[in-house]
């Protein structure tokens, strides 16, 4: 039997699922994570990461050692035919076994499990921020993904972080008064004026900063000016990498995705709402979608094209029905 890997690895973990030629996933399993490859340490952390992963996937789906058809990671912070992927691909291949292995960022295969496959733009709003697309005629686009200093506009650490900074400026006096001071430290586990220095302190990392988002979130649902003015302004920069990667694509009209699950888009009509009236301005052909599948089903995908394999409609339906069972029968040890 001819089977397929597809891998999600970033900064929060590294998710990997096994399938089988007619989409049936067979197991999915969890590790820690496999970014910054040229860090110290970095290779180490991701040859971990892929044979954990890899390793739990296959323990779910009863199978030992294989040698994959197709293998494709969407790898954080790592593209095509750079030295980042030229050394992913070494530790891929002191791993595991694979006739053919493809490398991508993390964006390639979040936009082919949101949309199927099919073409299309997906927004990509968690910790950090990005677009990508790609058109029927195989031009592909991208825009955002800068990191948080250089980028990652209508990202969660943006909002979380301008959502400290509107509170530290209400409580100087210099900017308006807003619920966020009080709730922010309550969510926080400190004061908001110790915020700032935690961060820099190394105490509380992006991820935190990020999940502050779901504050300002809640603010705004419930008519907090100030709440509301930053949920808007990051749905306005999140339609303009949209537009951006729309403008760079033959685009006649076709659907942007949003995502992930549980990131920024998590707080529902309080950004999907300013989203798609921003990108009805920028890039009216454009039509919100929400996403149909997770990365890593969107890897397996991948892969299994990569292959020469058609994507038909019953390969589309079996993956998402397996999918759902083997993610709720995952075994805890699995995941990260």
Known sequence: MDYFLGVDGGASGTACAVASADGAVL???HAGPSNHILAP??????????????GHALAAAGLGHVKFRAAQ??????TRDTEQARVF?????????AALVRIENDAVIARAGALAGRPGVIVI???GSVAYGEDPHGGRARAGG??????DDGSGFSIGCGGVRAALH?????????VLGERLGDAAGMPAADIPMAFYEGRIDRSRIAALSRVVARAAEEHDAVGRRLMEEAAAALARLAAAVIAKLRWPDGPVAVGPVGGVFEAGRTILRPLGEALARTAPAAILVPPRLE??????????????????PAVLALLAATWELRLVGAPAGGRA
Do not use: H, K, N, Q
């Open 125 to 127: 709003a968690g910790t």
């Open 73 to 78: 990671f969407g790898m954080t912070g790592i």
């Open 89 to 97: 691909a070494e530790v891929v291949r002191e791993t595991l076994e």
């Open 146 to 151: 800068w990191g948080y200093i250089f980028g």
């Open 170 to 178: 209400a409580r100087d006096g210099t900017g308006e008064p807003t």
């Open 27 to 29: 197991g999915i399993g």
């Open 295 to 312: 990365p890593a089903a969107g890897a397996v995908l991948l892969s299994m094209r990569a292959a020469g394999l058609p994507l038909s």
């Open 41 to 54: 340490g970095g290779r180490e952390r991701a040859r971990a990461a892929v044979r954990d992963g890899v």
